[in-house]
């Protein structure tokens, strides 16, 4: 037992509250907001150094022993998920403090945030499959405002999107577990593991793995699900859409990794090559999407889709490469992909628009944005020595050890045509001459860092361009983590034994 | 609205009302009641009286900001879970005090604080949103 494992839920739902008692000064609500992502960090910190020397750590939470009651794991898998998440929480909290409106701060943006958090951590931590229900959510309900917060036309658009696709998603999700609980009496996920290859009736047990591939598809947005993704990312104010496109569609591809190792192993032959043609599909429809916009978050909303695909990829191979570099793709893919999106924020400060036609000149005035942009753009395209270059390497190897040739083949194009819409954000908003008409007055003049305080969006850009550039000199220690990660899904006896002891 | 009737009877019922959303909570945890329902019929009284007399005078009787009672309501959530871990048991662990007075005996327990914490956060979401619409323009 672990007393610890509950500080990851518990401290976003104490930070919240803290955050709605001082609702009305909106400086307390920005160093709460920081102040408790900070807390969040070192409590992660110090679980992630348990899990990684001690192995599996498990708390029942109210002493209800399991199968009975509610289970909080962490294994090597949830801790990296954790950890990132806690990091970009912090990152985004420091960015909001600018990039948030006094209007939305006063409607309780902070607390949202913070439950947000919540939801996250709750499904990377829960060994309950109803919980994870649960957790999905809080996540869903908080982000669900945070989408609409404003009340602007074209956010309303795309909340209502949002909302209606992801309650269908997970509507499915209980379908599929009211079916799970019916053939097997038990919710606990160990349990459930140990379970269902004793089940008989093995046509049910695939359809409620695809009932489930379905359900954390939309949420992941896998081909053919992803269409509400960009049609609703690209509306909020740039700290959400960054902490929905780095976050939440991990969360779904979270998911899919958890089930789809842990408990829908007995039909691969089937549920694997579904999963292997969609993380194609996914792959290539995205980037086929980002190359025909010219709206800058838009581009950055497609690119979530393909990306989704390359994890799947990693996934469907389900060898011990393939899921190392599917986690290894989750982690450096959020500090990228929210990186791009933080910068996005900066530039439309800068310019006043998101519509690339309408910028330019950001190279010849900023070339410190320039730089960040491009090593989080080549990171996102997989330039060596930055972490993309990694992630797509240890993939690709994996591909070509059980050969698979031809997805390692898609895999690839697909990387190249992501530079492909990369060098057209670079060549249109940064490298083109500053357009006529449409500039605003303050563009050139308005400093990075001193007067207007636009530091407070840059510097937590240049932490996270630092964390790539880091993951990219130093992937071998990262990459093992990672291994090890993968070995211990492959393995659910281990998580098995953890939760219920020894067999 | 501005009725006589109305306005007499509610006068009457609010008491009585938040007297039965108390009597249901205390109820709770053995037999059916407890914090959501209790903080459900609570919200039915200022409810009543916000039709009654308007929002603008429901806000003066009830003192607290409905935002402040989420707010506080999910402060006794937490306190609720954290007290056994001063123990080293896990979060959320029941912890029961029996205490002996007299004839009877009281029971006060940390499911007790989860349900103060639900019957808060109940009745300030309800008469949020209440207040809310009540008030838009």
């Not at chain 1, 902070?110 to 990377?124: D, E, T």
């Not at chain 2, 009787?61 to 954290?82: E, F, K, M």
Request: with cysteine; charged share 10%.
């Amino acid at each position: 037992m672990n007393g610890l494992l509950v500080l990851p839920i518990a401290i976003p739902l104490v930070v919240a509250t803290l955050a709605l008692l001082f609702r009305r000064s909106s400086v307390m609500q920005r160093w709460i907001g920081v102040a408790g992502m900070l807390v969040l960090l070192v409590s992660v910190a110090i679980l992630f150094r348990d899990v990684y020397v001690d192995g599996i750590q498990v708390l029942q939470l109210g002493n209800w022993q399991a199968p009975f009651g509610i289970t909080l794991v962490a294994d090597l898998l949830s801790m990296l998920m954790l950890a990132i998440s806690a990091i970009m929480g912090l990152i985004i909290a420091v960015y909001s403090i600018y990039d948030i409106d006094k209007e939305r701060e006063r409607y309780g943006y902070y607390p949202l945030l913070h439950i947000l958090l919540m939801g996250v951590n709750g499904s990377f931590l829960t060994g309950d499959i109803f919980n994870m229900y649960v957790w999905f959510e809080v996540m869903l309900i908080a982000s669900f405002i945070l989408l609409a917060l404003g009340n602007s036309k074209n956010q309303l658009q795309g909340a209502l999107k949002y909302v209606i696709i992801n309650l269908f998603s997970s509507l499915l999700f209980l379908f599929g577990v009211a079916m799970l609980y019916g053939m097997t009496g038990t919710l606990n996920m160990a349990d459930l593991a140990m379970r269902l290859p004793e089940v008989e009736n093995t046509g049910l047990v695939t359809t409620v793995a695809m009932i489930f591939m379905v359900s954390f598809g939309v949420k992941a947005a896998i081909f053919p699900l992803f269409f509400w993704l960009p049609a609703s990312y690209h509306t909020p104010p740039v700290a959400i859409s960054a902490v929905f496109g780095g976050l939440l569609t991990k969360v779904g591809v979270y998911a899919l990794i958890r089930v789809f190792t842990l408990l829908f192993t007995q039909d691969i032959g089937y549920t694997h090559t579904i999963l292997l043609w969609v993380a194609g599909f996914t792959m290539v429809t995205g980037v086929l999407g980002a190359a025909s916009h010219f709206e800058f978050r838009k581009i950055l909303s497609f690119h979530i889709v393909s990306q989704i695909g390359y994890m799947i990829m990693g996934l469907a191979f389900n060898t011990a490469l393939g899921l190392m570099g599917a986690i290894f793709y989750v982690l450096h893919n959020i500090l990228a992909k929210s990186n791009l999106f933080l910068i996005s924020g900066i530039a439309q400060r800068l310019t006043g628009t998101f519509e690339l036609k309408q910028m330019g000149g950001l190279y010849k005035h900023y070339p410190i944005l320039a730089t960040l942009f491009l090593i989080s753009a080549f990171a996102l395209a997989g330039f060596p020595p930055l972490s993309g270059f990694w992630a797509k390497l240890s993939l690709v190897k994996a591909g070509l050890s059980i050969e698979a040739y031809v997805i390692t083949a898609v895999a690839i194009l697909v990387g190249l045509l992501t530079l492909f819409s990369m060098t057209k954000i670079w060549m249109t908003a940064f490298w083109a001459a500053v357009p006529e008409i449409g500039v605003p007055d303050h563009f050139g003049k308005m400093p990075l860092f001193g007067a207007g305080n636009l530091y407070i969006m840059v510097v937590p850009v240049m932490v996270v361009a630092g964390l790539i550039i880091l993951v990219g000199f130093y992937a071998q220690p990262l990459l093992e983590v990672c291994l090890d990660a993968a070995e211990q899904l492959l393995n659910p006896s281990v998580y098995i034994e953890a939760v219920l002891g020894p067999q | 609205m501005n009725s006589l009737i109305l306005h007499t009877a509610t006068r009457l019922m609010i008491g009585i009302i938040v007297l039965f959303s108390l009597f249901l909570f205390f109820r709770g945890h053995d037999e059916p009641g407890g914090g959501f329902i209790g903080g459900l019929v609570g919200a039915g009284a200022f409810t009543l009286y916000a039709i009654a007399f308007g929002s603008e005078a429901t806000r003066a009787i009830l003192r607290i900001d409905p935002i402040t009672l989420i707010a506080l309501g999910l402060v006794s959530l937490v306190i609720s879970g954290i007290i056994p871990m001063f123990t080293f048991e896990p979060f959320l662990t029941g912890k029961w005090l029996f205490l002996e007075l007299g004839e009877s005996e009281f029971k006060l327990s940390t499911p007790l604080i989860f349900d103060i914490g639900v019957y808060l956060c109940v009745l300030g979401f309800i008469l949020a949103v209440i207040f809310s619409l009540e008030e838009v323009k």
